[in-house]
């Protein structure tokens, strides 16, 4: 499945598009649920919406989690300080997300880092209807920089292209991805990877159980750490944009699903989801992930944690689905 592309209506105003953009600074940074609609003669699970509404009005994003799962070869790597070295000191710490399964233990402690930010300045889901009046195309550029009131040599000017580029490039070997728009979208999306209809499905999200400024702090693993038994799973990862963009896909490779409790050194507690990707041999050398874990393409499995406003779809599931380790 290729990028949706979004059909141009010259009937929207632009001046009204613009006002309604929350505070999009192009910072690495970047949802709301609006409405339900039908689809396949079936309405949308209100179970559903409520879910992606309050995960949607919870949390921002970053564009570091965007970079999960992906081969980002033609890119320089934006995300670090200067270059890796064996010691963590030098590793910028919003990149302190990956592990590997052997480190899945109870009692382990690990610097992690989770966003937090003001959903008041994050950009918002937009309807259909809306975003497919829109074009969503690298080749669009220009006129989505007028349109936004960006300059082309803007922070936010750069972030868009980013996710432009990286919603057009193509998929690794096994991967099926598809950069959603709207909630519509990605419900589809979901459906078709997983061959289940919408009442069939769930989400899943990290959540954060007190209120902490601290983004990065050393966690240790809780007893009940959680296997999450989903034969299938849809991944969905905030983008950069004035509104909301989801880069959602999907593997052949097998993968595993947790749901682990954490507590910080300062007591801060987080539900933690956790995607563990058994087989890396088709990611690129250059994949941060390898940088950070100090391992090769094939040679390690690589865990990452989910910030709080990305989405782990999986096929619904019973008490039987869930094994603790």
Request: glycine fraction near 4%; charged fraction near 25%.
């Given at each position: 499945m290729g990028v949706r592309k979004g059909k141009l209506n010259p009937s929207n105003s632009g001046a009204k598009i613009k006002s309604e953009i929350f505070n999009f600074k192009g910072e690495k940074k970047c949802c709301s649920m609006h409405e339900s609609r039908k689809m396949g003669g079936n309405f949308i699970s209100c179970f559903l919406f409520l879910l992606?509404?309050?995960?949607?009005?919870?949390?921002?994003?970053?564009?570091?989690?965007?970079?999960?799962?992906?081969?980002?070869?033609?890119?320089s790597d934006e995300h670090t300080h200067a270059h890796f070295h064996t010691h963590m000191d030098h590793i910028d710490p919003?990149?302190?997300?990956?592990?590997?399964?052997?480190?899945?233990?109870?009692?382990?402690?690990?610097?992690?880092?989770f966003p937090k930010r003001d959903p008041a300045t994050s950009p918002k889901l937009w309807p259909r209807e809306k975003s497919d009046s829109l074009p969503f195309s690298l080749n669009?550029?220009?006129?989505?920089?007028?349109?936004?009131?960006?300059?082309?040599?803007?922070?936010?000017?750069?972030?868009?292209?980013?996710?432009?580029?990286?919603?057009?490039?193509?998929?690794?070997?096994?991967?099926?991805?598809?950069?959603?728009?709207?909630?519509?979208?990605?419900?589809?999306?979901?459906?078709?990877?997983?061959g289940l209809t919408t009442t069939h499905i769930q989400a899943f999200s990290t959540s954060h159980k007190t209120k902490s400024s601290v983004t990065f702090q050393n966690y240790t693993f809780l007893e009940n750490i959680v296997e999450i038994q989903a034969p299938k799973m849809v991944a969905c990862h905030t983008m950069p944009y004035p509104y909301a963009v989801f880069y959602c896909h999907s593997q052949e490779s097998e993968n595993k699903v947790y749901k682990i409790s954490l507590v910080g050194d300062n007591g801060d507690k987080v539900e933690a989801m956790v995607v563990c990707h058994l087989d890396t041999s088709q990611w690129g050398a250059s994949h941060i992930s390898f940088q950070v874990l100090g391992v090769k393409p094939g040679s390690s499995s690589v865990c990452h944690f989910f910030p709080a406003d990305n989405l782990i779809w999986v096929p619904k599931l019973q008490s039987h689905d869930f094994s603790a380790l």
């Open positions: 992606l509404l309050i995960i949607m009005c919870s949390y921002g994003s970053r564009a570091e989690e965007t970079a999960l799962l992906k081969d980002h070869q033609t890119k919003s990149l302190m997300v990956f592990f590997t399964l052997k480190d899945l233990n109870v009692g382990k402690r690990m610097p992690i880092y669009q550029l220009p006129y989505l920089l007028k349109l936004f009131s960006f300059s082309p040599n803007s922070p936010q000017a750069k972030a868009m292209e980013d996710t432009l580029r990286e919603c057009e490039s193509e998929p690794i070997k096994g991967e099926v991805k598809f950069c959603a728009t709207s909630y519509e979208s990605m419900l589809e999306f979901t459906q078709s990877m997983l």
